[in-house]
């Protein structure tokens, strides 16, 4: 039986992925990994794939509660 106890020793097996070596360069990461890490609270960046549609959809999605939000204000302060 094989036991590999240098396993153990690897800093970046159990740590988030943001503190990993080779994840913190200061590269720029797309809108799939930043939600990926969102969502994941820092676990893991391909969480949601590879498609930029989805990291788009909940960019957009946010954007688009910010401006319903900004106006609905706008509007029940207005009337109220």
């Given at each position: 039986?094989?036991?590999?106890?240098?396993?153990?020793?690897?800093?970046d097996?159990?740590?988030?992925?943001?503190?990993?070596?080779?994840?913190?360069?200061?590269?720029?990461?797309?809108?799939?990994?930043?939600?990926?890490?969102?969502?994941?609270?820092?676990k893991?960046?391909?969480?949601?794939?590879?498609?930029?549609?989805?990291?788009?959809?909940?960019?957009?999605?946010?954007?688009?509660?910010?401006?319903?939000?900004?106006?609905?204000?706008?509007?029940?302060?207005?009337?109220?």
């Amino acid at each position: 039986m094989n036991f590999d106890v240098d396993i153990y020793r690897n800093k970046d097996l159990f740590a988030p992925v943001v503190f990993r070596s080779d994840f913190n360069d200061f590269e720029a990461i797309n809108a799939n990994q930043a939600w990926s890490l969102f969502f994941s609270i820092g676990k893991e960046d391909k969480e949601l794939g590879f498609n930029p549609e989805v990291g788009r959809f909940f960019t957009n999605l946010l954007i688009a509660v910010g401006v319903v939000g900004s106006i609905g204000g706008g509007v029940f302060t207005y009337l109220g």
